[in-house]
């Protein structure tokens, strides 16, 4: 009896069991850039599951387990989340969904983050969906949207880019060394930019 608990346990805290089968691509794009709106269509029409970092850490966070304490004590202490917590719940959200393809979302967040996902994942992504937006137009959406986000404001928003742009793009040109950035042009009207990304997504699907 206790081989297959013994393999259960393995298998929980090893890497997602069917690797070579996996079918990854990493979500770039700066705030208002529109992504969250594109993953929700790319999930609807290719089936695939769609896990974003930050709501995952959310998420843990709130469950009030030993790593969401930490989590947010980290976060209040204004600290990084190290790589290797973020790649566990990336790693656990995918286990459970049972699909073999997913979107994840706001991450890699820095070189850093992306080679512990290889190593710690055996994972490498099929490309990188890049939404490329002006940081004029970003501000506008952001701005306009109203969400009742506090920190959506003139001066935040631009911190929040300029953090964003000096993190991502080390990713961004590793993975276009490689020939695996499909760069959109978020600026248009979602419709137009929904026909870009099909482009990119219907020879693997």
Not at 106 to 120: D, H, T
Request: glycine fraction near 8%.
């Amino acid at each position: 009896m206790g081989t297959v608990v013994d393999a259960a346990n393995k298998e929980a805290n090893g890497s997602v069991p069917t690797n070579k089968n996996v079918t990854v691509v990493f979500v770039l794009g700066g705030p208002g850039s529109g992504k969250g709106t594109q993953c929700a269509n790319i999930v609807q029409h290719f089936g695939f599951t769609h896990l974003s970092a930050g709501d995952l850490l959310r998420a843990e966070k709130k469950s009030g387990s030993e790593n969401g304490t930490m989590i947010h004590n980290m976060i209040k202490e204004g600290k990084i989340v190290p790589s290797e917590v973020t790649i566990k719940l990336l790693q656990r959200a995918m286990q459970e969904s049972g699909n073999d393809k997913f979107l994840i979302d706001g991450f890699p967040r820095n070189e850093e983050n992306r080679a512990a996902f290889e190593s710690v994942t055996g994972i490498e992504p099929e490309f990188v969906l890049f939404f490329d937006c002006s940081e004029e137009e970003m501000e506008n959406r952001l701005l306009s949207r109203n969400q009742g986000r506090e920190d959506d404001n003139i001066e935040t928003i631009r911190k929040r880019f300029k953090v964003y742009m000096e993190s991502s793009l080390p990713v961004i040109e590793y993975y276009n060394s490689k020939g695996k950035v499909r760069k959109i042009d978020a600026a248009k009207p979602i419709e137009e930019v929904f026909e870009a990304v099909k482009a990119v997504f219907t020879p693997i699907n």
